[in-house]
């Protein structure tokens, strides 16, 4: 880290709110940066701050030595990858294709293949952080990929996030990682919710329950952070959506699947994310499978 | 605490190496203390320290201004309290008897009844901690009870504990929480274990693995010394062996039916550990659920 | 079993609904009976129909050659067999203790003990049928004991039910037979309360998919009385009352975990037991998983 | 039914066992056959009884009334039927498919509209029974679609099966009642292994569990003939294989999902295949998940 970044040409696919975030600190680090975003309107804040917006994927990767995409979902990439005037069609011969998505194991694998036989470079850059940790660059970067790929954008991702891990020269394991950070999130959840149900039904104050366990043993952001929205019951608006909670679960699941890996707590928690998006419909928090845990109990809430 | 502990004359039932080290360091602090033990061999250590050593439960009790306990499971407490050179027969009206056993909340609700009906006072005071923890007076100690009952022994906690805990008037409340603690630790351990199997059967380093984990949101205790020990397979000798756990998760289990909570994790953790005990024996640590879930995704172990 | 009944005199304890049913036919079959209930009023219809009422469990087993149990839990079968009046106390040496009652595996055992140190004889005889069944005399029986043993009470049993099977000489083996059958028969609730959600959200009525099913491969009672219920959503009065449900699935895992056998499914159904007391109170029938099941999926019920 | 069947040309694709004997049993009944089969060997019995053999799906489909499929999976039936000289292409405007494979809710929906586009007509008739059911006309048809379809479809499925059962107008209805047939058989095959792991350590005979359970309660087919299977633990040769069974319930899973159902028994199936594959290979029975728990109670198998 810590080396000078030479100001880059680069692109930019995806203006979520995640994705803005990120890209308004890559024009900050002094970068080139043209963005798009299905719904041009997205690009505003971009623009104000000098980004150049582009009509198409393809028109923002033309002339870029980087592109990234911060998308929704494997659909998403697959659309912005394969339209006519998609990535694919704009990114030069050489280039490298950054991507940021939390994707599945089988989508960045065969990402691969469509870039590799048309010159391009691709790797996978998932990232731990809500959007307050992308506003402030403080993002944690999980990369897989060859590594003189990694080290190109090396600078960038240094622009974007505290810290990067390298986790292997396949990059899907990249999104391995990070699909198995989102289950190990949720299963703390669950297993909180379950045991502050416990507390409250048998006269124990679930703060004081937390308090002692984050004192020590669970002295960490997960358990005290979704601890918690638990305890105030915060699920709306959601930070991270329950259905893409339930898409990631998915997707480890598939990874799991393809592996053969038996893995009964990931079974467990895609059934209480579909029973938390059938009672509390889609625009829930996903920590909100605890709201489902607690009401199972007979809780008033 | 800060407060100046007077020298009291106090009793210690239970000698395993919890417990001894428990009470080592209250004759450390210059308390008078009796020791029993089962097998009185295991009082050898105390007397050499300078414990008066006595042949029964009663004998340890009698004259004592509050007796410990450290007992293996509700079993072996309703013996020491019960038969007739037992607690009960030995404690004077107006003593105090600290349980620091991880027991049930219905025998710790009954030991309050037989505690009252005979003026005998009663509080909970279960720990969190190994036995370096133990041995080093850095222990966390959960404690319910009347106030005033905590604070006559809140010198003597001090002496073997970094910080206590109150959390509520029913001493039961106490092993709820140490119920619930020991569940959350288990359900730490059982995701990680899916977690690492997934990623090693898909060609990720497991270490990598932990390492991002433990970077950042679960960068606790119970992450970096359990994922320690999954990575090196350790789960022989056992520091808390695998009945144990199994007999927490039953003592968890029937708090959650009488509080009518349903708790999936913990009914698939029990499911987990008998396996576990079926296929590793009955001497290995609870941790080795996480070789279970190894072994069941065909990981060579 | 065509043998012809000669006139016994015996003892019958428990007058619940099925028990009462069963009384009734052993004393049209000639017999003579002397009754106890814990309540006395419910000893009227067999008053009424020519038994002798006694006052005390003690009183009904004194010089009766063979005494019934029919009782509701292990708990209410250790009073009337320990309390001073009790049935251990008015057993003759050489009589036999015929017990009806659905109890635990270890209960059994330990009243095997308690019979054979007294010179008394004990065989475990659980049933299977519904209170009509019993009234018919149509019930399922599953004995277990000295083969000498139920010989004897053989054609006592042959007045009550359809048919007898010997499932070994320890008699806790027909418990455990008996409870694994309640365990199947809530598995198969289960299973086709998800089913039947699942038809019902994709547009599929469930009696249609019910009649495909139980047309071929799962044309049995089960899947048809059960499944009647589940479409009517007959919940309420319960035949049998879901707390029962539980503390039999509680019995089952007790003998799960003695014999160290996981079973995901059994772990699961006491979840979704405690789950639909929760919700539907302590008077709904155990088939009201079915209604969890529906609630979970947002089936308006 | 009753009804005299005029000879019809109809085409067959996909000959597998299943495949096979019904393709037979239409020639039997009178009817011109031509058939295809992804490798062409496959179709030399039938050629010897008098089918004609095609090239290509499309060679089968052109000139036909009715065209069945009997295919392995999702991913296929897409195959034959978008292929250049795939059925789609040759199916004459206003001729029938009748798709007899297990596949998707999905993927069913999504050929009904390939087919209506085109001005030709689909609908669903899974079946249940095993080769020797369909070697000998006796599968139970389960069929949706249009009712003028069905009618038209129905002298041929009265030569293929006993009964067919008629359950909506949508196609994939049929495909979500097979899928949760098969969903409901696994259960049932995972509930009775369980009860007969523990019957087995507890030193009761399985087979005598089964004896009892299936003369009353549980007298059906799934029970007789899968606890046979389980009894003798015949797993090899595969009459259902595991990968197929671990798809049914992906599809079922998916179903689920889409329709917002929870199923949690569903979940737990799929995680016992997985394990199961991971652990007997590919080539086993489904009914191996009884394999899989005897194993895990720590049975010798």
Redesign the interface.
């Known amino acids: 880290m810590g080396r000078e970044a030479r100001a880059m040409r680069i692109g930019f696919l995806g203006l979520g709110r995640m994705g803005t975030a990120i890209a308004l600190n890559l024009l900050r680090a002094g970068h080139e940066v043209a963005v798009w975003n299905r719904s041009p309107d997205k690009a505003d804040a971009l623009a104000a701050a000098g980004a150049e917006v582009a009509a198409t994927p393809r028109a923002a990767a033309e002339g870029r030595e980087i592109v990234f995409s911060m998308l929704s979902d494997d659909a998403a990439l697959h659309a912005v990858l394969r339209r006519a005037d998609g990535l694919l069609a704009g990114l030069g011969e050489g280039a490298l294709h950054v991507s940021l998505s939390t994707i599945g ?1 089988a989508t960045a694998d065969h990402a691969v293949d469509l870039h590799v036989e048309r010159g391009q470079h691709y790797i996978s850059a998932p990232v ?1 952080g809500r959007p307050d940790a992308a506003a402030a660059a403080q993002l ?1 970067i ?1 990369a897989a990929g060859p590594a003189a790929d990694i080290d190109r954008a090396q600078p960038l991702l240094d622009a974007i996030g505290r ?1 990067t ?1 390298r ?2 020269t ?1 990059p899907s ?1 990249a999104n ?2 990070k699909l ?2 989102n ?3 949720l ?2 959840i ?3 919710a ?2 502050m ?3 409250e ?5 679930p703060a ?2 937390l ?3 984050t ?9 005290r952070n979704y601890g918690a929205l638990l305890l105030e019951q915060r699920f709306r608006p959601a930070a991270f959506a329950a259905p893409l909670g ?1 898409k990631d679960m ?1 997707l ?1 699941g598939a ?3 393809a ?10 928690l ?3 994310l ?2 938390t ?3 509390e419909g889609e625009d829930v928090d996903w920590s909100a499978i605890g709201l489902t ?1 607690a009401r ?3 809780l008033n809430r």
């Open positions: 194991v731990f944690t999980v810290r891990f986790v292997g396949r394991a391995l990682v198995s950070g289950f190990l999130i299963a703390a669950e297993a909180m379950e045991a149900a416990l507390a039904k048998s006269g124990v104050a004081l329950l308090e002692v366990l004192d020590t043993h669970f002295n960490a952001p997960v358990y339930l998915k480890a990874a799991a699947e592996a053969r890996v038996p893995m009964p707590f990931l079974a467990l895609r059934e209480q579909v029973e998006l059938v009672k845990v199972n109990a007979g």
